[in-house]
C-alpha cells in the first residue's frame, strides 16, 4: 500500500483528514499535514504522531523525523469536497492555463459543482475548471 493510501485510510478512522505529505530526502523528513472540522491543536498533533510512529514501525516505513502539523491558515484547497467545504471564503487560486490572460485571481468561493469552481472577482463571477487549478488556498482572515 503506498504512504499516501495508507496515511488517508488511517487517517480517516481516527477522524481526521490528510491534507498534505512532504517527503525530504536528505534529512529524512517526513511531514504531514491533517485537518478536521473544527480545526486542529496540539494534542491533536501529538497523538497522531505517537499512532503515526507506532504504524510506521509495523509496516516498516523508514523515516528520520516525523512532523504533524496542521495546514495553516492559508490552507491548500485540492478536492472538490475542499471548496464545497469552504464555500463564501476567500480563496488564492493559480490556474496551470491562463483565463482571459490571467493566471492569478483572488476571490470569494461563491459554489462548486461537477468540476467547475464559481468564484467573485471584483464583483464579476468566474467559472474555473478544477482540472486546471495549479494551486490554490485560502486567504487568512486576520
Given at each position: 500500500?503506498?504512504?499516501?493510501?495508507?496515511?488517508?485510510?488511517?487517517?480517516?478512522?481516527?477522524?481526521?483528514?490528510?491534507?498534505e505529505v512532504e517527503r525530504i530526502a536528505?534529512?529524512?523528513?517526513?511531514?504531514?499535514?491533517?485537518?478536521?472540522?473544527?480545526?486542529?491543536?496540539?494534542?491533536?498533533?501529538?497523538?497522531?504522531?505517537?499512532?503515526?510512529?507506532?504504524?510506521?514501525?509495523?509496516?516498516?516505513?523508514?523515516?528520520?523525523?516525523?512532523?504533524?502539523?496542521?495546514?495553516?491558515?492559508?490552507?491548500?484547497?485540492?478536492?472538490?469536497?475542499?471548496?464545497?467545504?469552504?464555500?463564501?471564503?476567500?480563496?488564492?487560486?493559480?490556474?496551470?492555463?491562463?483565463?482571459?490572460?490571467?493566471?492569478?485571481?483572488?476571490?470569494?468561493?461563491?459554489?462548486?459543482?461537477?468540476?467547475?469552481?464559481?468564484?467573485?472577482?471584483?464583483?464579476?463571477?468566474?467559472?474555473?475548471?478544477?482540472?486546471?487549478?495549479?494551486?490554490?488556498?485560502?486567504?487568512?482572515?486576520?
Open positions: 500500500m503506498a504512504l499516501e493510501e495508507l496515511l488517508e485510510s488511517t487517517l480517516q478512522g481516527l477522524g481526521y483528514e490528510l491534507i536528505h534529512n529524512k523528513l517526513l511531514r504531514i499535514f491533517i485537518d478536521k472540522e473544527g480545526g486542529i491543536n496540539i494534542d491533536d498533533c501529538v497523538a497522531i504522531s505517537n499512532h503515526l510512529s507506532r504504524l510506521f514501525a509495523v509496516e516498516n516505513i523508514d523515516f528520520g523525523r516525523l512532523e504533524v502539523s496542521s495546514p495553516g491558515l492559508d490552507r491548500p484547497l485540492r478536492t472538490e469536497a475542499d471548496f464545497l467545504r469552504f464555500n463564501g471564503e476567500t480563496v488564492k487560486l493559480k490556474l496551470r492555463v491562463p483565463l482571459e490572460g490571467q493566471r492569478n485571481f483572488v476571490g470569494v468561493l461563491r459554489e462548486t459543482n461537477n468540476g467547475i469552481i464559481k468564484i467573485e472577482v471584483e464583483g464579476k463571477l468566474l467559472d474555473l475548471e478544477l482540472s486546471n487549478l495549479g494551486k490554490a488556498r485560502l486567504v487568512p482572515k486576520l
